[in-house]
Antibody, heavy 120, light 110 residues
Framework: QLQLQESGPGLVKPSETLSLTCTVS??????????WGWIRQSPGKGLEWIGN???????FYNPSLKGRVTISVDTSKNQFSLKMYSVTAADTAVYHC????????????WGQGTLVSVSS | QPVLTQPPSVSGAPGQRVTISCTGT?????????VHWYQQVPGRAPKLLIY???RRPSGVPDRFSASKSGTSASLTISGLQTEDEAVYYC??????????FGGGTKLAVL
């Protein structure tokens, strides 16, 4: 059974960098049939796609995040990571990692999510 | 603002049928991209409910069905049960190379 688990600081100061890691078990980030993605959910709001990365490290991002995001993969650790730069209070959200089918763009497994608050 | 439009809430009595709409544009659903649906119980991760417009993952009851036409899609839940209370999201892909979601619809089983 594939499982994904997010980890990282729950509190980040404004203008600093948010860093999260997703650890995959029961599956492999070396899979060439999947992307590995980050999706966030602001308090009381819906889902917002942040970006995806494949096993080779090729990444695709939501243009609305204006170059503030980097997603990388470490297949030796079976993990992938999110870095979001210059955060503001608007970046406060629950951050989910998820596995996406390569060809058909649905997310079939999700992590529980981790709340990241941006505050001084 | 979410790219895909969903009603904020729907409700129904146990045993009834409800339908949740998801409206997009010619740059996403109307371009032929697939629509997927997720169910999120409060405090839990979203769960894939329907993929590729109308397919159910293993373990999802056949009470859940979906369709797509033009720039819209819909999710139908038949024989409502109290355990169906959740927020339902639609998702598609956009020609701006973006995964897009609806704002979510909260289902109340009265």
């Amino acid at each position: 059974q594939l499982q994904l688990q997010e980890s990282g600081p729950g509190l980040v100061k404004p203008s600093e960098t948010l860093s999260l890691t997703c650890t995959v078990s029961g599956g492999s980030t070396s899979s060439d049939n999947h992307y590995w993605g980050w999706i966030r959910q602001s308090p009381g709001k819906g889902l917002e796609w942040i970006g995806n990365v494949d096993y080779s490290g090729s990444a695709f991002y939501n243009p609305s995040l204006k170059g503030r995001v980097t997603i990388s993969v470490d297949t030796s650790k079976n993990q992938f990571s999110l870095k979001m730069y210059s955060v503001t209070a608007a970046d406060t959200a629950v951050y989910h990692c998820a596995r996406r089918d390569l060809d058909n763009d649905y997310f079939d497994h999700w992590g529980q999510g981790t709340l990241v608050s941006v505050s001084s | 603002q979410p790219v895909l439009t969903q009603p904020p809430s729907v409700s129904g009595a146990p045993g009834q049928r409800v339908t949740i709409s998801c409206t997009g544009t010619s740059s996403n659903i109307g371009s032929g991209y697939y629509v997927h649906w997720y169910q999120q119980v409060p405090g839990r991760a979203p769960k894939l409910l329907i993929y590729i417009n109308n397919r159910r993952p293993s373990g999802v009851p056949d009470r859940f069905s979906a369709s797509k036409s033009g720039t819209s899609a819909s999710l139908t839940i038949s024989g409502l049960q109290t355990e169906d209370e959740a927020v339902y999201y639609c998702q598609s892909y956009d020609s701006s190379l973006t995964e897009v979601f609806g704002g979510g619809t909260k289902l109340a089983v009265l």
